[in-house]
């Protein structure tokens, strides 16, 4: 296998794993929320999926068919001797690596947007959420930079492709302003995505490494929100599974008791299913344990004591508001 034919079933690998996270968190989200009752996030994510779907055929249109050509890799010698027909070839190439470098700032710019939208419930409520606004304008502007800076850093526009007469090293797709502003945003908007160096001298290396950061950033983005694809309790109540608690024939009591505490702020909007990932519920155990639970999924009942041998008695008392005195019956046992 060439290295062209290697890149080029990685970017596909990248593909189905990333779309494979986008549906089981699509499909998390439906079934404990439903999807008229999807937030920002929900719908980001969507077109996070569409715009996902289109990196690869880029990438493999710009390392198989272009052949990982662009400008920048060629010197003055070579853009004045070069034929029209290879001329063409390779403003062909350019045009689809700055195509695909636009879609991967947008993608990673959205699944950045989608994450603060999900923070955002998260911690609503809490001393942190007065910071989640600020980082989304911070996002918005970064990203309203960066594609200023792609649009006007070499005027006029075409330049970017165009081989011959030289337009300079002003206007090649690998230009190092690009880069610069992208890593700088990068890092100051999303800390926790791991940067390395972009690789400035290898065809095809870079419509790879989009794909790479870009899943890398769907996992990041979208791993919480799946989490309850791993519970048992998730797949029983979508009807997936049966309860094997609920055949037992003997109960045990294990003495430990459940309380779940409620952490929201604010009104609560009983006309809408609430969202599961809006608060943060407490679990309190007898033995100083405490764990978090999503809020939606539903309340563990204290088992019932299990009765070894004896006599059970059970005494029941009804109480009911009459007019008038009522004086009750003399047992007369007393």
Partial sequence: MTALAGQIVEIWILYVIGTAMIGARIFCRTKMVGYR??????????AVA?????????GQVFVQGAEGRHTSDLTFEERKNMSEEDS??????????LLGLTGYVVILWTLKFNMLCFYSRVVRGLW??????????????????IIITLAATCRPFHHLWQVWPDPGRQCVPQNLTFFVVILVFNLATDICIMLVPIPLNQKG???????REDCVGIFVGQAPMVTPLLKRRFWVMAGYATDKTSNSQTPHY??????????RSGRANNSKVHDPYSITNVVSRSESQEEIVQKDLPSLPEEPRQFRSGIRVEQ???????????????????
């Fill in 37 to 46: 009752n999807y937030d920002w996030d929900d719908y980001l994510v969507i």
């Fill in 50 to 58: 569409g715009m996902w779907t289109a990196a690869p055929v880029i």
């Fill in 88 to 97: 063409k070839k390779w403003a062909y190439g350019s045009q689809m690596f």
């Fill in 128 to 145: 942190t959420e007065r910071f989640v606004k600020p980082l989304m304008v911070m996002v918005i502007l970064s990203v309203v930079v």
């Fill in 205 to 211: 290396v870079s419509a790879l490494w989009s794909m």
């Fill in 254 to 263: 294990n003495g430990s008791r459940l309380e779940s505490h409620e952490l």
């Fill in 316 to 334: 029941r008392i009804d109480v009911e508001a009459v007019q008038g005195t009522y004086t009750p019956p003399r047992d007369p046992r007393w």
